[in-house]
């Protein structure tokens, strides 16, 4: 099919032709039929294409199949993409959408929710899934209003579900707890030693020892290692990157490529979150999110007398105030700090054969 993109073909008077070739075996053989039709507008060929591809997959699908709402939400993120590079919708918001769409994918497959049961007690889950990981609420609201525009988008132009189960949800019906989630150096040990899984100890103890954001930590090369310092580019809040002072670790790290992999692969924060939300549980302690790991370094790194601004060089902080609201709280943590422990509060490797090398 030359000069077809994704099986669409722009022509010299300015409308776009669809071509499917759709290829079946039978007890005859292999055959083929081609479907072909113009259209004036891009956003019409796309959503003709998206129909035919459901209906191909299932043509007695119900339409609130999880499955079928995959196809759908992809023309979403291809029409947000193609307004984006027409000026009308900012980089960000493709952004946020694929976000959301990705975490609400994988609750809809962890919980095997299908699209019609979808309620604002539903909605919970995806908030607390959120705040697990460290995001705000103006942040989760954003999410939620992305993807309820995702499903009103799927209603009115693919007509693959009846309707939006979250049309008359209310986005400021989510509303943050004030957590300050900072656990004692003993709670943070015996939740380490429930770790059981090598890669995932390593992730926790670096995030604990770095103070940096989880998606900086698993977005970190080997490269960006020079002179003892470390630079955080990638997975930084307002994607401001910073440099701080590199550490010593009890193992070894990677020469090449990232430093922090679950067996060789990437990681995903939720399956982080999961293990040491898990080792709390095994613990018998509170359950604590991956982004109080970072509470836990500048509390206690503001407990021991560093200065804010040098605080603020290794945790990224834009804001001063940030951290002075930090300090007033760092104060009453200042007798659990424990000497005989690294930095005051890090946990002991404890490792089986030592020294991990």
């Known amino acids: 099919m030359s000069g077809y993109k994704n099986n669409i073909m722009k022509l010299p008077n300015g409308r776009y032709r669809v071509r499917i070739n759709w290829r079946k075996q039978s007890k005859h053989g292999a055959s083929s039929l081609i479907k072909m039709k113009t259209f004036a507008r891009k956003m019409d060929a796309d959503n003709w294409l998206l129909r035919q591809k459901t209906r191909r997959n299932d043509p007695h699908a119900n339409p609130d199949d999880t499955v079928l709402l995959k196809v759908v939400m992809e023309g979403w993120l291809n029409n947000i993409a193609q307004l ?67 499903l009103r988008w799927a209603c009115n132009k693919s007509n693959q579900i009846g309707a939006n189960p979250l049309q008359n949800f209310d986005t400021e019906q989510i509303e943050r707890v004030p957590k300050y989630e900072v656990p004692t150096p003993e709670q943070l040990q015996r939740v380490f030693d429930k770790l059981t899984d090598l890669d995932t100890r390593k992730a926790v103890w670096a995030l604990l020892k770095l103070g940096c954001r989880v998606g900086a930590l698993l977005e970190l090369t080997a490269e960006r290692l020079k002179g003892g310092y470390v630079e955080f580019r990638e997975g930084v809040k307002g994607r401001w990157g910073y440099i701080r002072p590199w550490p010593e670790f009890p193992y070894r790290l990677p020469t090449h490529g990232l430093l922090f992999t679950k067996a060789g692969k990437a990681w995903r924060q939720c399956t982080i979150l999961e293990r040491l939300q898990r080792a709390c549980e095994d613990a018998g302690e509170q359950k604590i999110s991956i982004h109080a790991l970072r509470h836990t370094f500048v509390t206690y790194t503001l407990a021991r007398g560093v200065p804010l601004s040098t605080t603020m060089m290794m945790t990224g902080h834009r804001n001063l105030s940030t951290l002075e609201w930090y300090n007033n709280r760092a104060k009453m943590y200042q007798d659990y700090l424990d000497d005989r422990r690294e930095d005051g509060y890090m946990p002991r490797w404890n490792d089986r054969n030592g020294r991990v090398e």
């Open 84 to 150: 984006v590079a027409r000026g009308v919708r900012s980089g960000n918001y493709l952004v946020r959408c694929r976000t959301s769409w990705k975490n609400l994918q994988w609750l809809l497959e962890k919980c095997g929710t299908q699209v019609c049961a979808l309620t604002p007690d539903w909605v919970r889950k995806y908030e607390q899934h959120r705040q697990g990981l460290g995001r705000h609420a103006y942040t989760i609201r954003n999410e939620v209003s992305a993807l309820r525009a995702g």
